[in-house]
T-cell receptor
Framework: AQTVTQSQPEMSVQEAETVTLSCTYD???????LFWYKQPPSRQMILVIR??????QNATENRFSVNFQKAAKSFSLKISDSQLGDTAMYFC???????????FGAGTRLTVKP | EADIYQTPRYLVIGTGKKITLECSQT?????MYWYQQDPGMELHLIHY???????EKGDLSSESTVSRIRTEHFPLTLESARPSHTSQYLC????????????FGPGTRLTVT
């Protein structure tokens, strides 16, 4: 079974600074998808960024980028120029190729301080 | 925000009551999911559906049941609520192709007294 580990229950960062959230996963699969989801307080969970395991290039979405290390089974999220609106729970998730069974980590609560 | 809706948003009920949590999506997605999430914790899949008349149990054992009579509607029912059912319930849907992204509803926070 696949497991997803987020070792940082809580983090904080100053506004405009950069922060990196860690995620590791365990799988024997070679093809899979990795996701970072954001859950703001009392708001809907939304997708931040997605990475296909077969792609070597790290995904980027504006201020959000990932460091995907397939051999190390690591998938960290970097948030640049942090904004107050980035305050949220961040969940790392794993999904096998062609399978909609998504496994989530326990989450990291990020607080951006003014 | 995604076109997926859940009602009610908050519900406080007594032990033994029957309840139905509603979930609807207007994106025409075939695949829908129910997750249970305790405060500040990870999500656990309790039910999923790959289409009309298709329902499966997820990894986390749950006393709830689901139905999928229409593509857009995926209600979850608890026949007899207990305090152990107190949690947040998140509904999600996906097209199941290309990106495999799941779109989430706002959640129902259930408290059973």
């Amino acid at each position: 079974a696949q497991t997803v580990t987020q070792s940082q229950p809580e983090m904080s960062v100053q506004e405009a600074e950069t922060v990196t959230l860690s995620c590791t996963y365990d799988t024997s699969e070679s093809n899979y998808y990795l996701f970072w989801y954001k859950q703001p307080p009392s708001r809907q969970m939304i997708l931040v960024i997605r990475q296909e395991a077969y792609k070597q290039q790290n995904a980027t979405e504006n201020r959000f980028s990932v460091n995907f290390q397939k051999a190390a089974k690591s998938f960290s999220l970097k948030i640049s120029d942090s904004q107050l609106g980035d305050t949220a729970m961040y969940f790392c998730a794993f999904m096998k190729n062609n399978n909609n069974d998504m496994r989530f980590g326990a989450g990291t609560r990020l607080t951006v301080k003014p | 925000e995604a076109d997926i809706y859940q009602t009610p948003r908050y519900l406080v009920i007594g032990t033994g009551k029957k309840i139905t949590l509603e979930c609807s999506q207007t994106m025409g997605h075939d695949k829908m999911y129910w997750y249970q999430q305790d405060p500040g914790m990870e999500l656990h899949l309790i039910h999923y559906s790959y289409g009309v008349n298709s329902t499966e149990k997820g990894d986390l054992s749950s006393e709830s049941t689901v139905s999928r009579i229409r593509t857009e509607h995926f209600p979850l029912t608890l026949e007899s609520a207990r305090p152990s059912h107190t949690s947040q319930y998140l509904c999600a849907s996906s097209q199941g192709t290309d990106s495999y992204e799941q779109y989430f509803g706002p959640g129902t926070r259930l408290t059973v007294t």
